[in-house]
């Protein structure tokens, strides 16, 4: 079966990408990796599936914060700086 999830990344102004990836990893590391205007950072990070449920979710307070993931209690998370597109 050939998934397809949804990202949306959002900067710290405002500011949102989107765009679909073959895999949840890969819709993380296009988001975390999505150009931000001078000055801004991702500050969350929202991953669908073709049903548009939402499968996971992320977010931080400032550049320098750990990522948080949303949909388990706001518990920190590397899985952000650990994803990479194949």
Sequence with gaps: MNNEYIWIATSNNGNSSTSAASSIE???A???DNCV??????E???IADSNKETVRAFKRA???????DCLNSDTPT???QQAHAK
């Design 26 to 28: 890969n819709a993380i």
């Design 30 to 32: 296009a988001a975390r």
């Design 37 to 42: 205007g001078k000055g801004e950072w991702i």
């Design 44 to 46: 969350t990070i929202i």
């Design 62 to 68: 400032s550049k320098e914060s750990e990522w948080l």
């Design 78 to 80: 590397k899985e952000v």
